[in-house]
């Protein structure tokens, strides 16, 4: 993995504090690791939470399984969001398998270490008001084709570098793309996002052996509390290029049957169509490219479910934090009240009660 470093005798563009270097990297990107006497725990804790603050909502791409389309689902999601006017980033935690720069035509991109971080490589289009981000480890190799031979405490320090070393600017949504399996890197991410506006999405096939993996990673979320949007059936059917009839590869009854009993909603189906890989493969995203087409239609349910996710985790925490200033404000707001005259106070009531109905209010409802 090779860096460039951003050149000494340009200007930082962060000014420096006496506690901290404000370096937009971590310290193990920086030149000046062995001479540097400042508190290095304190910089990563700092640089963390600065990137968090700029970003509203997170949404972990998980399959579990390898295979099943969960690097598509997430560029094209991604791509329809940013196509509604969110601003939108992917990060690739895939880190034996980093293939988000193929699928937004980043392949040979290299990135610079630079005081505000590690640079983001961007997708621009016509239709897009702001370009995607997209931070891979892809983009720190020499080599598209070199392997990645990392133990565990490896991966642990890439999570944090993804999200914090990273500059992600401010973002609505970040898509982290995330590898086969629930461990080392999903439990790193987990832990680092605990207390942030974060969501998975389960990507599948109807295929059973596939299936019994997905219910795998849904139990995962449930039992830590993960909010789950809901789960997107990839591959779920084939149009006939002759005579166009639709039908199923798999069967997909109990698939059905499984999400019920977990209480969990299939919110899309894709089907399995050449022109959605061969759009994949040459890194010109279906929902840019074809707006119109079958396959970008298919993916319109997933893309409103992120967003109504979205939304109401917003005024979820919009009303706590309303709830908490009138808490923390007790008996002295209400001595206030008290002193005023019964037609004010009664509005004020009023006003109040309308805005804590509006917070709590599902999206969707008048």
């Known amino acids: 993995m090779s860096v460039s470093h951003f050149s000494p005798d340009q200007q930082d563009p962060l000014a420096l504090r006496p506690e901290d270097c404000n370096r937009g990297h971590a310290c193990q990107f920086c030149p000046q690791e062995d001479s540097c006497l400042l508190d290095k725990s304190h ?37 329809g969001l940013a196509q509604r006017g969110y601003r939108v980033g992917v990060a690739d935690a895939d880190i034996h398998g980093p293939n988000q720069s193929r699928f937004f035509n980043l392949v040979g991109q290299r990135v610079h270490l630079t005081p505000a971080g590690l640079g983001t490589r961007t997708c621009a289009h016509p239709a897009l008001a702001h370009p995607i981000r997209v931070g891979s480890l892809a983009f720190l190799m020499d080599r598209d084709d070199t392997p990645i031979v990392w133990r565990d405490a490896y991966k642990h320090d890439f999570m944090h570098h993804l999200i914090g070393s990273f500059d992600w600017g401010e973002l609505d949504v970040l898509l982290i793309d995330m590898p086969p399996g629930t461990g080392n ?46 789960v997107v059936e990839n591959m779920a059917g084939v149009t006939c290029p002759n005579c166009g009839e639709e039908f199923h590869l798999f069967p997909r009854a109990h698939l059905a049957d499984a999400l019920a009993q977990l209480e969990v909603n299939s919110i899309a189906q894709i089907p399995l169509s050449p022109q959605l890989a061969l759009a994949s493969d040459t890194g010109h995203p279906m929902l840019l490219e074809h707006p119109d087409s079958t396959e970008a239609r298919a993916f319109a349910p997933a893309i409103d479910a992120c967003i109504q996710h979205a939304h109401a985790a917003s005024m979820e925490a919009a009303a706590q934090a309303l709830e908490g200033v009138m808490d923390a404000a007790g008996a002295e707001f209400m001595a206030a009240m008290g002193t005023l005259p019964d037609t004010a106070r009664d509005e004020l009531t009023e006003l109040l009660a309308r805005e804590h109905d509006r917070l709590h209010k599902t999206p969707g409802q008048p």
């Open 43 to 79: 910089h990563e804790k700092r640089l963390l939470e600065q990137r968090l603050d700029g970003i509203g909502q997170i949404i972990l791409v998980m399959a579990n399984k390898g295979g099943v389309g969960k690097s598509t689902v997430t560029a094209n999601l991604a791509a």
């Open 185 to 230: 890197e999903l439990i790193t991410l987990a832990d680092l996002l605990e207390h942030q506006a974060v969501a998975a999405l389960i990507a599948t096939t109807p295929q059973e052996v596939a299936l019994m993996d997905s219910l795998k990673a849904i139990r995962f979320c449930q039992e830590r509390g993960l909010p789950l949007i809901g």
